[in-house]
């Protein structure tokens, strides 16, 4: 198992189990404590076959290269970063997808996992990455007629690559919230227990050039539907959004830069990907980058990114 330490204690994770023990007996100095965020989310590529109008993914052309991530990586994982959380963008779009993960779950012990759309997998690309794999999300914005509005794609694509993503590790389902898709909240719970997903994970729509984010009247209805919620299948939900939900927060010392990171695909370490707080990283790797983003005020005080999930307590 891998340790990490941290305000909260000593924090122990096995990435092939998802198994997470936290001895919080152990209260080292904070001298101690890791120099990572617990998580990191790095946007392999702006490119994206989708055009969905609550997407917040910046829109012009980017893309890193492999080498630079894999360095980044190896820098994080020495200092106690756990996961990371590969996006987009699309990532599969990404030429070297199936060879970054590959090197990052042989070369660092951290847990590997990717958000995709779905509609490019292919038992071919699914092979590949197997073993390399510790967790999966799956985008599934409503069901029908309702996720085919929202994501101009055939739901019978999408359950192929539901299909296939389950053949390849633990997976969840990721549903954004707004007026189209809250009244399919037990649709969609019904779907991730029948496909076998290990977790729903609720993101509250947020404001993009397109739309706006989730109203009172949406957010009340996402509330209600929540504590009533008695599904088999475990929920999650964004930080933002998530007031008013019935949440439990297993670290609650461990806020902001400790916790979670976000890598664009132009390379700039930002506390969030929607934050316009970033800095880019140089030569000296991204610890250095993250020691200056630390001692930018804006930068030690902003909240935890959307993807830093907090659990539903039901």
């Given at each position: 198992?891998?340790?990490?330490?941290?305000?909260?204690?000593?924090?122990?994770?096995?990435?092939?189990?998802?198994?997470?023990?936290?001895?919080?007996?152990?209260?080292?100095?904070?001298?101690?404590?890791?120099?990572?965020?617990?998580?990191?989310?790095?946007?392999?590529?702006?490119?994206?076959?989708?055009?969905?109008?609550?997407?917040?993914?910046?829109?012009?052309?980017?893309?890193?290269?492999?080498?630079?991530?894999?360095?980044?990586?190896?820098?994080?994982?020495?200092?106690?970063?756990?996961?990371?959380?590969?996006?987009?963008?699309?990532?599969?779009?990404?030429?070297?997808?199936?060879?970054?993960?590959?090197?990052?779950?042989?070369?660092?012990?951290?847990?590997?996992?990717?958000?995709?759309?779905?509609?490019?997998?292919?038992?071919?690309?699914?092979?590949?990455?197997?073993?390399?794999?510790?967790?999966a999300r799956i985008s599934v914005d409503g069901v029908g007629?309702?996720?085919?509005?929202?994501?101009?794609?055939?739901?019978?694509?999408?359950?192929?690559?539901?299909?296939?993503?389950?053949?390849?590790?633990?997976?969840?389902?990721?549903?954004?919230?707004?007026?189209?898709?809250?009244?399919?909240?037990?649709?969609?719970?019904?779907?991730?227990?029948?496909?076998?997903?290990?977790?729903?994970?609720?993101?509250?729509?947020?404001?993009?050039?397109?739309?706006?984010?989730?109203?009172?009247?949406?957010?009340?209805a996402l509330q209600d539907w929540a504590s009533n919620y008695?599904?088999?299948?475990?929920?999650?939900?964004?930080?933002?959004?998530?007031?008013?939900?019935?949440?439990?927060?297993?670290?609650?010392?461990?806020?902001?830069?400790?916790?979670?990171?976000?890598?664009?695909?132009?390379?700039?370490?930002?506390?969030?990907s929607y934050s316009s707080v970033g800095v880019k990283i140089?030569?000296?790797?991204?610890?250095?980058?993250?020691?200056?983003?630390?001692?930018?005020?804006?930068?030690?005080?902003?909240?935890?990114?959307?993807?830093?999930?907090?659990?539903?307590?039901?």
């Open positions: 198992m891998k340790f990490r330490i941290g305000p909260n204690g000593v924090h122990l994770f096995d990435r092939l189990s998802g198994l997470n023990v936290l001895l919080e007996e152990l209260r080292p100095k904070e001298t101690a404590w890791s120099m990572s965020p617990r998580q990191i989310s790095i946007a392999l590529t702006n490119v994206c076959d989708l055009h969905c109008r609550y997407c917040y993914a910046p829109k012009h052309k980017a893309s890193l290269h492999a080498d630079q991530v894999l360095g980044w990586l190896k820098e994080l994982d020495a200092e106690g970063c756990l996961g990371i959380g590969f996006g987009g963008g699309e990532p599969t779009l990404h030429p070297d997808f199936v060879d970054i993960c590959k090197r990052v779950a042989g070369e660092t012990q951290l847990a590997v996992t990717f958000t995709t759309h779905g509609h490019r997998l292919t038992p071919q690309l699914v092979e590949r990455l197997k073993g390399s794999i510790h967790f007629h309702t996720y085919e509005e929202q994501r101009g794609k055939q739901f019978a694509s999408l359950l192929r690559g539901i299909e296939l993503i389950a053949t390849l590790s633990p997976f969840g389902i990721n549903v954004v919230v707004n007026e189209q898709t809250v009244a399919e909240l037990d649709a969609m719970g019904e779907l991730a227990q029948r496909v076998g997903a290990s977790e729903l994970l609720l993101l509250p729509q947020q404001e993009t050039a397109a739309v706006a984010s989730m109203g009172g009247v949406v957010g009340r008695r599904g088999k299948v475990r929920l999650a939900v964004s930080e933002a959004g998530a007031s008013g939900l019935p949440t439990c927060d297993p670290l609650p010392d461990e806020r902001g830069l400790q916790a979670y990171a976000h890598i664009d695909a132009s390379g700039m370490l930002r506390t969030n140089g030569g000296a790797g991204v610890l250095s980058a993250l020691k200056l983003i630390r001692e930018t005020p804006s930068g030690s005080n902003e909240r935890r990114n959307h993807e830093d999930l907090e659990r539903i307590r039901v």
